[in-house]
């Protein structure tokens, strides 16, 4: 009696199962709708984010409740979509793994109807379905739900907003008066407000968190960039996340095929789902996501409604959607069964009204955030790589046989300068990728400016002048050390300096105008380490600096760029966070000779 779901009123058996699933704790919405939907005697509302545990929090109860003895149909589930509904009959079919003669079917569009008559007909006492099919199967006088005690309606808002209101009314309408209805639902808009009146008497309403309240394990950001430079922006965006698991969302089908073609050929391992593809198909993308052999998911609203992948780490709004409501949907499919998330929409100037309507509606501020520069997407990829290599699996076995001839190859080498030129294999693409790329924030205007016009990212105070410098905190540098290194290199006084910003592979630092000659003058033939020192004015935030980047030594290097360049691309496309640069420099340049 001390499993927390066995104090709730769950059976032994179920208990057993759940644990096997790693359910030791019941989630909020368990805890407080268990309780209540045990007694079997009360309508009720859960206001409900996905991921969050309902379908448990009715599959435990209507396991409990049915009469597994009978082989009528007793409790009916209502949900939007194929992907949920045969999740929710895996769920229920799992939790039940050892209670006997529990039948559950699950009756779906795309799928053969026949196996479904087939299922129903073999007697079944929960039919888990989507409206459409449900429909069709009652107009065939295939189902006699005249004995249901129990209907669900889960993703409620979900299913008006895909239009089955007309179905759901024709449905229920086939079920008694006094069955109980439980309805869940991610928001609470009046038409769910409506059927909830329609349906049900005086219910047990039960809201988690907040009305309309967002995942409170959802941070929300927003980038502000110029139409054109959308693309370019994402893209950067997910090169500052290495290890993301995203799924980005597009208004219309075609936009979604473009960006998902676009980031295919740019070598990302990226696919589409939406409505014109085949119930195979998507299956396909869907496995294919699910497995994590793919990286980012493509979709339109309609076509993501569902899915329930967790472990989803991004939701980007590449577009913001045309409903607010919308909004709470795709940022509900990161953050699941309690983890973590973030949620990105990639806006322009005039679109902020937007994004303060929906903090309104989820009652949650949105972070602005800025599109990295080409400076901090190297040096996260540079530390992706590092932290890679630094835990990657060496199987002794087969690397042994070639050991003595590649220690031989590195005989003339230290330890440092073949750190520094593995490292460098990957880096230099980057470096390479990114030496001119531009600034692609936008300053937020609060009069709503016209698109496109742009501020500097970050202010110099006038009197000073922000020196970009290639040493950093990889060279052993904090701000203090650099402020001696700096001095000492150009004779000037520590207190004239301004401000020192050190990051991992550069810094930079703040001199007075008058003194920038001397500076450059000190570092014209500056060694560390016996590299090369090099300093260049940053006057936008650090952006023109990018130049310093492409001095010939590093561009020249080692050829890394163009080694895999039409090589195999497939093997970075494991989802293991690392990205092939190299392959997809060729149609970036092309692309930024374009846009920029
Ligand atoms: P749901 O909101 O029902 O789709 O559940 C979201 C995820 O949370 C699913 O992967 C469930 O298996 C998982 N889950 C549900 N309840 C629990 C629980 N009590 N403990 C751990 N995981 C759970």
Redesign the pocket.
Known sequence: MNNPFSQLGIRHDIVNA?SE???????PI?EQSIPVLLTGSNDFVGLAQ????????FGLPLLELLDFEENYPQALVLCPTRELCL?ITN?LKNYSKNMSNVHVVAVYGGASISDQLRQIKRGVQIVVATPGRMLDIINRKAIDFSQVQYVVLDEADEMLNMGFQEDIDNILSTTPEDKKTWLFSATMPSEVRRISKKYMTDPFELTMGEKNTGNANIEHEYYIVRARDKYAAFKRIVDFNPEIFGIVFCRTKIETQEIAEALIKDGYNADSLHGDLSQQQRDKVMKRYRERSLQLLIATDVAARGI?V?DVTHVINYSLPDEIENYTHRSGRTA???KTGVSISIINSKEIGKIRQIERVIGKKFIKAEIPTGFDVCEKQLFGLIHKVHNVEVNEQQIEQYLPRIMDEFADLSKEDIIKRFASIEFNSFLEYYKNAPDLNVAEDPRGAREGERFPRTGTRADFTRLFINLGSVDGFGRGDLLGYFCNQTGLVGRTIGKIDVKGVYSFVEVPNADVDQAFNAFKSAEFKGRQVRIEISADGGNESRGGWSNKKREGGNGGGNRREGGNRSNERNGSGFRDFSGKRREDRGERRKRY
């Open positions: 759940i699933l790693g359910f030791e704790n019941p989630t368990q996905t991921g969050t545990g309902k379908t448990a929090a999740q769920d329930d967790n699941r069964a309690g």
